[in-house]
C-alpha cells in the first residue's frame, strides 16, 4: 500500500502539472469552435450544419425522392405487399421440393430498440400464419458484426430453407451475406448489403426520404431566419447518416437557421438537457428536426419545462410521440421507416419457397404521418413504445400481443 | 488524522474551530473549481443566475449528486461500487412496466425500487466482506448481471409507462415558491439526503466509517465491526441509486439506455472531490461538490458546442488528473 502510494505520488509529480496543463489547454480549445460556431450559426440566416456526409450519395438521394410520389402497386389496404417500381426475377430455382416442413432461418441484427422489437414480434406472428413453415430458427445477434458473421455462417451451413438477414452493418456484414448466398435463398431487409446476390432486397425508401419529409415540413411550418435544432443519436451509421444528410440539403438550401446538430446516443435524460441548455442558450427553438423519434417527446418536456410553446417537430410515429401529439394539439410530422417490413421479409421467403416471382428490390411505401392522417395512426390503448406503421392491426392476438389493451 | 485513533470514534479530540478549518481547506479546492465554472456558464448564458436557471442546472445534476454521495460511503470505506448505474437502469425500467401508467401503483412501486436497490448494496457488501471478493470484481459482477437482466426481461426495449405522479418526482417541483418560481422535488431530495449523509458522517457512524477506509486493522482492533460497516455503506450506495433513478426516470421517461456509465460519472465526482480512492479521507460534501462540477462542466461543454462524445475523455482526464493532484497533495502532507 505504501509503495503505491509512493508511486502514485511519483508519477504524479509528473502528472500533477502536465494534467492541470492539459485542463487549460482544453477549455481553450473548447473556447475556439465556441467562438467559429456562434459566427457561423448567428451570424447569418443560414446556420452551419457541418461537411457533407461520406455516406451521401446523390443519385439514392434523388432516387428516393422521386420514389416518395411514386404510386406503389397493390392493395394499399396490406401496404406490406405494396412495392415501388418493382422489377420481379424468377425464383423458380429456389422452389422447396416439399410444400411445406420449411425451414425458416433469420439472423437478427439486434432487438435493442422499441422499432426493432415491434417488428421482430410482427415478424414472429407473420411467421405463425404459414402453416409450411414447420421450423423458424432465429438468431439474435445483439448488435455485434462479429456475432451475426458467425451467426448467418452457422445457419447457412445448417438446413434451413431460406434464410431472412436483417444486418448489424452494412460494409462488414457483405462477404458473410455473399457467402450465404452460395448456399441458400437469402432475404435481406431493413439496412442493406453491397452485394445484388440476395434473391431479394426488403425496404422502405429509405433514410434521404426520411430526413427530407422532416426537413420540408420545417421549412413550410417556421418562418424564415427560425432557429432549427437538429437532434441526431449517433454518428457512423448508414441508415442515420443518410436521413440526416438529406435533411441537411433541405436546410443548406433554406432559410432557416439550424443553430445546432447534437447527438443524443438515444438517451432521454440527455436530449432533454441538450434541448434545455439549447432553449437557454439560443432564446428560443422555432423548430426540431430529428433523425429518429425514440427520445421525441423527452425534447418536446424540455419545451413544457421551460415553460415555451413546443414548435414545430418531427419525430417518428412512435405511439407517444403521436399520443402527444394529438392530445397537445401540436404542429408536427412524423416521417416513418414502414415497421412492416418485418412481415413482407417473411412473405418474401414464402414466395421465394413457392417459387413465386418477387421483386430484386422490394420497395416498400414509406408514408410520413401528417395533422390530416394522425387520427388514423395514433392508438392510446397501445404502448407509448409501439410503432403505428406495425402492419399488425389484422393479426390474431392483436392487440395484446403488442402489449395493447 | 486524530480521527483514526481508535478512541475517537465517539468524541472528536479535535476542537470544533479546528475541524472546521480542516474540513474547509479539505473541501475549498473543488468549490473554487465549481465556482469558476459556474462563473464561465453565467457568462455564456446570463440566464443561468436567475434562479430557475440555476434550480435547472441543480435539477438536472441532483441525480449525479446523490449517486455521489452514496457512492462516498463506498469509496471512504475503501471500496468501489460499479454497480450504481445498472441498479439504475433496473430501476426506472422495472418501474415502467410495473406501474405500467396506473398513479395508484406509484408509491408502492417507490418502495418495492428502494428495496432493490438496498438488497444489491446488502448483495454487493456481503459477497465483498464474507466472501472476500474483491468490490471492484462484486460489482464489475453485479453490473453485467443486472444489465443482463434487463436486456433479457426488456429484450433490449423497455415496455410499460410511468404515470405523471411518478415522473413529477423527478420533472416537477413545489409550484410558486417565493422568489423561486418552482422549487424543484429533486433539489428539495437532494438537499434532504445532502444534509442526512453530513449529519451521519459527523455521527460516531461516519468516524468508523472513515477509520475502516483509512486504517482497516487498526480500525478492527478497536472493536469496529469492519464488515458490517462496509456492507451499510453499499447498502447506502444502492439505496443512493435507487433515489437517483427514481429521478432520472422522472426527469426524462422510461429507457434502457438511463444508467450507463453513471457509475463512472459518479465516481469521477467523487474523486474530483478529493476524495481518495483507496478510503480514509474526504468529506461528503465535496463528493457532491464534484458531482456538481462535473455537470457544470458538461453544461459548458455543451454551451461551447463541443460534441457530446468528448465528456468521456474529459471525464478520463479529469479521474487521473484528480487522483494525481491529491496523491500529490498528501505527500506534500506528509
Keep these: 500500500m505504501k509503495r503505491n502510494l509512493a508511486l502514485a505520488a511519483m508519477i504524479s509529480c509528473a502528472l500533477f502539472a502536465g494534467a492541470c496543463g492539459s485542463d487549460d489547454s482544453d477549455d481553450q480549445s473548447a473556447q475556439e469552435p465556441a467562438a467559429t460556431a456562434t459566427e457561423d450559426g448567428g451570424g447569418e440566416p443560414q446556420g452551419d450544419t457541418g461537411p457533407v456526409s461520406e455516406f ?26 405494396q412495392m415501388i417500381e418493382p422489377e420481379m426475377a424468377d425464383t423458380s430455382e429456389y422452389k422447396a421440393k416439399n410444400a411445406s416442413g420449411w425451414n425458416l432461418c433469420f439472423s437478427n441484427a439486434a432487438v435493442d430498440n422499441p422499432w426493432r422489437q415491434v417488428g421482430w414480434n410482427t415478424m414472429q406472428h407473420e411467421v405463425k400464419l404459414h402453416k409450411e413453415i414447420a421450423n423458424f430458427k432465429a438468431v439474435d445477434a445483439e448488435a455485434s458484426d462479429d456475432k451475426q458473421i458467425s451467426d448467418i455462417e452457422e445457419l447457412a451451413n445448417g438446413n434451413c430453407d431460406a434464410l431472412i438477414v436483417s444486418p448489424n452493418t452494412t460494409k462488414t456484414l457483405t462477404p458473410a451475406v455473399e457467402a450465404a448466398c452460395e448456399k441458400v435463398p437469402v432475404i435481406v431487409f431493413d439496412r442493406g448489403v453491397d452485394t445484388d446476390c440476395p434473391v431479394t432486397f426488403v425496404h422502405p425508401i429509405g433514410g434521404y426520404a426520411f430526413g427530407v419529409d422532416g426537413a420540408e415540413f420545417l421549412k413550410e411550418n417556421v418562418d ?5 435544432l437538429a437532434l441526431r443519436i449517433l454518428p457512423g451509421v448508414d441508415v442515420l447518416e443518410t436521413r440526416w444528410s438529406g435533411a441537411k440539403v433541405q436546410f443548406d438550401d433554406s432559410d432557416l437557421n439550424v443553430v445546432g446538430v447534437e447527438f443524443t446516443d438515444g438517451d432521454a435524460a440527455k436530449t432533454k438537457s441538450i434541448v434545455s441548455d439549447y432553449l437557454q442558450r439560443e432564446g428560443q427553438i422555432d423548430g426540431v428536426w430529428m433523425d429518429a423519434g425514440a427520445t421525441a417527446v423527452a425534447a418536446m418536456e424540455a419545451f413544457e419545462d421551460n415553460g415555451v410553446d413546443i414548435p414545430p417537430f418531427v419525430g417518428e410515429d412512435q405511439n407517444d410521440f403521436l399520443t402527444k401529439w394529438q392530445e397537445d394539439g401540436l404542429n408536427a410530422i412524423a416521417p416513418t421507416y414502414s415497421n412492416y417490413q418485418w412481415r413482407t421479409a417473411v412473405l418474401a421467403a414464402v414466395k421465394i419457397l413457392k417459387g413465386e416471382e418477387v421483386p430484386k428490390e422490394w ?25 403505428a406503421l406495425c402492419g399488425c392491426e389484422d393479426m390474431p392476438g392483436y392487440p395484446q400481443d403488442w402489449g395493447g389493451k | 488524522m486524530s480521527a483514526t485513533t481508535p478512541d475517537a470514534f465517539e468524541t472528536p479530540v479535535t476542537s470544533r474551530s479546528e475541524r472546521v478549518r480542516k474540513a474547509l481547506v479539505g473541501t475549498a479546492p473543488i468549490f473554487i473549481v465549481l465556482f469558476i465554472l459556474l462563473a464561465l456558464i453565467a457568462i455564456e448564458n446570463p440566464n443561468f443566475l436567475e434562479p430557475p436557471g440555476f434550480l435547472a442546472f441543480l435539477k438536472r445534476a441532483a441525480p449525479l449528486a446523490i449517486l455521489a454521495a452514496g457512492q462516498y460511503f463506498v469509496i471512504v470505506s475503501g ?24 398513479p395508484s401503483k406509484t408509491w408502492p412501486i417507490i418502495a418495492l425500487l428502494l428495496a432493490i436497490g438496498a438488497t444489491v448494496g446488502v448483495t454487493n457488501g456481503l459477497i465483498t466482506t464474507r466472501l472476500k471478493v474483491p468490490s471492484f470484481i462484486t460489482t464489475l459482477g453485479m453490473l453485467l448481471i443486472l444489465s443482463g437482466a434487463v436486456f433479457w426481461w426488456t429484450g433490449g426495449a423497455p415496455r410499460g409507462a410511468l404515470p405523471d ?69 453499499f447498502v447506502l450506495s444502492g439505496l443512493s441509486a435507487a433515489v437517483a433513478g427514481i429521478l432520472l426516470g422522472g426527469f426524462a421517461g422510461v429507457s434502457a439506455q438511463v444508467g450507463q456509465g453513471l457509475e463512472f460519472q459518479a465516481i469521477t465526482a467523487v474523486v474530483l472531490g478529493g476524495v481518495v480512492l483507496g478510503g480514509g479521507r474526504g468529506t461528503v460534501l465535496a463528493a ?3 458531482a456538481l462540477t462535473l455537470e457544470a462542466l458538461f453544461t459548458l461543454l455543451n454551451l461551447y458546442g463541443v460534441s457530446g462524445a468528448l465528456e468521456d475523455t474529459v471525464q478520463g482526464i479529469i479521474i487521473i488528473a484528480a487522483v494525481a493532484f491529491a496523491s500529490y497533495r498528501l505527500r506534500g502532507a506528509r
Design chain 2, 79 to 102: 471500496e468501489f461500487d460499479l454497480s450504481v448505474g445498472s441498479i439504475v437502469t433496473v430501476v426506472v425500467v422495472v418501474a415502467a412496466r410495473l406501474i405500467d401508467d396506473d
Design chain 1, 224 to 228: 424564415s431566419g427560425g432557429k432549427i
Design chain 1, 56 to 81: 451521401f450519395v446523390q443519385e439514392d438521394y434523388d432516387t428516393q425522392l422521386a420514389q416518395r410520389d411514386i404510386e406503389p402497386e397493390g392493395d394499399p389496404a396490406t401496404p406490406w405487399l
Design chain 2, 288 to 290: 457532491m461538490a464534484g
Design chain 2, 165 to 233: 405522479n411518478f415522473r413529477e418526482i423527478g420533472r416537477l417541483g413545489i409550484q410558486d415558491f417565493p422568489v423561486l418560481e418552482q422549487l424543484p422535488w429533486s433539489v428539495v431530495i437532494l438537499l434532504v439526503i445532502g444534509i442526512g449523509a453530513i449529519l451521519l458522517m459527523r455521527a460516531s457512524f461516519g468516524r468508523r466509517l472513515m477509520a475502516v477506509g483509512d486504517n482497516e486493522s487498526a480500525a478492527r482492533l478497536s472493536g469496529v465491526k469492519v464488515e458490517n460497516m462496509r456492507t451499510i455503506a
Design chain 1, 363 to 387: 420497395v416498400l411505401p414509406q408514408p410520413a404521418i401528417t395533422q390530416d392522417t394522425l387520427a388514423d395512426y395514433v392508438d392510446p390503448n397501445m404502448p407509448p413504445l409501439h410503432y
